[in-house]
């Protein structure tokens, strides 16, 4: 089978920079997936994205499908032929469908009978008829939220499509796609070099349209030479540049052929909280902050233009215009909520609106401020502190900074508080109320910050579902499950031993006046446990472990993973699984009866070996793992329940539990239930039985 290389490029118009990496990747996808379901075979795949293409080299494919043979199977022998052996109905009607007599059908055994067959073999059609088929199918199903037309096109795409460079060796691809004629030319860049480029072969192409069109089409190619450039002008710098990688991947599709330029602004600037000039930097003008040795921002950035200009000076002061009102305009807003203190805007919370239900931020701070007041004192924090912490926790969103700069949202807070006198650690928690802000995100520090942000995502919780405004599906608005995972974080992280259900009881009081669900504690709390079973899964925590120890509803996180592990180990024991077998037969023994089982066991009323050795081994082991318990060393206490194996198997194999005699059968019944409740001090492991 002979084969050659593939070259396909779409030319558009400048592709949305932020897409372009994801387009680029599916285009290679679905490219692959529909040679795969043609058979026809290739080598490697190379994409290429820069703004104004998306292309894609295939080495070495096939000029053609291999010829197939197929089998198609009709009716079994016995209904194909009558008793003189003539051909039935069914035999000359699957004939007639192959396009075949029936002398010329075969004949197929297997363990089900004899059929018949009729053998067929298809040739492969050649790659030019099945491409633009492939190529089309790629093209619709590249992730393009919405299309656009253009010009009196009917065609859509995410951008207009100006070209359509489609050659396999050395013919081309024909075929039209968006409204663009298949050919051999792709196009260089925009100023450097506007004119055709003829492809003469797939594999000259990246090497040609950066030597004769000044295009680096590679975007992992193009990114590296940007990152590099960026380094070095640092360097020349005497800095460090902040080379955020989404940034960089932003600039990298924005530029065909990269040129690295500095600039600089007035260091009187600097006065300003250096994350808000970083923000408009980067945000705003795609532009390279610079940090010295020490880390402090310098008067510096380097920002990447699109063109090898002989006067890279002019793009230097042009870049410096652009961005000196920006920093102005900071300036101005730092300088004017330096004129107020943090409290303030307390009184102009009671204008804002958190959710028409739940009050104004004003409501939810005073909330926040007294949950968080509680949570310090559990845990060791000054909930005076924390108490303050949370009425000032959303001043900044009134200031004239994070009015213009939402990004500035508590770390504006931070900056205020120490100006406005404020301890240090509560001005760290103003930033740390947001934390942690994603998956992976770091988490708050200061005692102080942990009892605010753990307040926040539990008042937010709790009031969201009292209104009855639960997740749905992918549906989200308040982020709860971001804000539970947050919580569970703080409080599995820092291993805070609070008692779950009083604190969620505590923010419901709070919260009493405006929600009206009785049952919102159980829904958050059931809630928590949900994500916090997703948590534990990633980690090797099965389902039924989790659910043994959650259905003896401990108290506190820490508490919870204790048992967690302690029931992990118990589980490698050899006496496990007949022990959770047993565990499940007196749950169910216990559920069916219909008796008032008594709470303690008449020793009197025993009368087989096997129920006396039972009882008497349950007194010790009560009396063995009740300090174990105290302590909390659930994995010693499950290891000396684990000796119960046998005497708990001679009593099921001895004695019968429901018998006729009432005293002895309710006297049966409460050691099986002692029995049970000594598990159930660490977990329920009937649950553990599949």
Not at 402 to 415: N, S
Not at 611 to 635: C, M, N, R, S
Request: net charge negative; with cysteine.
């Amino acid at each position: 089978m002979s084969a050659q290389d593939l070259i396909f490029e779409l030319g558009t118009e400048e592709l949305p920079p932020v897409a372009l990496k994801k387009l680029s990747a599916a285009l290679k996808s679905e490219f692959i997936t529909g040679l795969k379901n043609a058979g026809l075979e290739h080598g490697k795949v190379i994409s290429y994205a820069a703004p104004r293409r998306l292309a894609l080299l295939v080495e070495g494919l096939a000029t053609r499908q291999p010829d197939r043979s197929m089998e198609r199977r009709g009716p079994a022998v016995q209904a194909a032929f009558d008793a003189d052996g003539k051909p039935s109905k069914a035999a000359e009607g699957f004939a007639r469908s192959c396009g075949a007599t029936v002398d010329q059908l075969g004949r197929m055994k297997t363990n089900k009978g004899e059929w018949l067959v009729y053998q067929v073999e298809e040739k492969g059609k050649p790659a030019a008829e099945l491409l633009p088929e492939i190529a089309e199918t790629a093209l619709n199903r590249l992730p393009i939220p919405k299309r656009m037309r253009w010009g009196s096109s009917e065609a859509q795409f995410v951008r207009p499509v100006h070209w359509l460079l489609f050659r396999h060796g050395d013919e081309i691809v024909p075929c039209t796609l968006l409204d663009a004629e298949a050919d051999t030319l792709s196009y260089g860049h925009r100023f450097h070099h506007p004119e055709a480029i003829s492809i003469d072969t797939p594999a000259e192409y990246a090497d040609k349209l950066e030597s004769t069109g000044k295009v680096i089409a590679h975007f992992g190619r193009r990114r590296e030479n940007i990152k590099a450039q960026v380094e070095n002008a640092a360097e020349t710098l005497g800095g460090r540049a902040d080379i955020d990688p989404a940034l960089l991947d932003e600039v990298t599709a924005l530029n065909e052929w990269p040129v690295a330029i500095t600039g600089s602004f007035e260091e009187k600037y600097l006065e300003v909280p250096p994350e808000a000039l970083i923000l408009t930097m980067k945000k705003n003008q795609k532009y390279f902050p610079l940090f010295d040795a020490n880390g402090k921002l310098m008067n510096h950035f380097i920002t990447i233009a699109n063109i090898d200009s002989p006067k890279p000076e002019v793009i230097s002061e042009g870049n410096e215009r652009v961005i000196r009102p920006r920093l102005a305009d900071a300036m101005f807003f730092w300088e004017q909520d330096g004129k107020q203190k943090l409290e303030d805007h307390v009184e102009s919370l009671k204008t804002v609106v958190f959710q028409k239900d739940l009050g104004s931020m004003y409501d939810k701070s005073v909330r926040v401020a007294e949950l968080a007041h509680w949570i310090a004192g559990q845990t060791g924090a000054d909930p005076e502190l924390a108490k303050r912490a949370g009425m000032l926790s959303r001043c900044d969103l009134m200031t004239h900074m994070v009015g213009e700069f939402a990004d500035m949202q508590g770390i504006m807070g931070r900056y205020q508080a120490l100006r406005d006198g404020e301890p240090e650690e509560l001005a760290q928690a103003m930033e740390e109320f947001y934390l942690p802000r994603y998956s992976g995100d770091r988490l708050p520090e200061t005692p102080t910050g942990i009892a605010l942000a753990l307040a926040e995502k539990i008042d937010t919780l709790c009031g969201i579902f009292g209104i009855g405004m639960k997740p749905t599906g992918d549906k989200d608005p308040f982020a709860l499950r971001r804000a539970a995972l947050g919580a569970l974080r703080i409080v599995r992280e820092h291993s805070l031993t609070l008692n779950l259900r009083e604190l969620l009881d505590k923010a419901i009081f709070a919260l009493q006046d405006r929600i009206e669900d009785p049952a919102v504690g159980d829904d958050v709390y059931g809630f928590l446990m949900e994500r916090l079973k997703v948590l534990l899964a990633d980690e090797g925590i099965s389902s039924q472990l989790f659910e043994s120890v959650v259905a003896v509803k401990p108290q506190t996180l820490p508490d919870l993973e204790a048992r967690i592990q302690a029931v992990k180990t118990f589980l490698d024991l050899p006496e496990a699984e007949a022990l959770a077998a047993a565990n499940k037969r007196i749950r169910n023994i216990l559920r069916k009866s219909k008796d008032q089982i008594p709470a303690s066991v008449d020793e009197k009323l025993l009368q087989e070996t096997a129920e006396k050795q039972l009882f008497e081994i349950l007194q010790t082991k009560q009396q063995q793992v009740a300090p174990l318990l105290a302590d909390g060393d659930y994995q010693a206490a499950l290891k000396a329940l684990a000796e119960l194996r046998a005497p708990v198997d001679q009593f099921f194999d001895d004695v019968m539990v429901n018998v006729e005699d009432d005293a002895l059968r309710c006297n049966r019944l409460a050691l099986l239930q002692n029995l049970a409740g000594l598990f159930l001090q660490v977990a329920d492991v009937s649950l553990l039985q599949q």
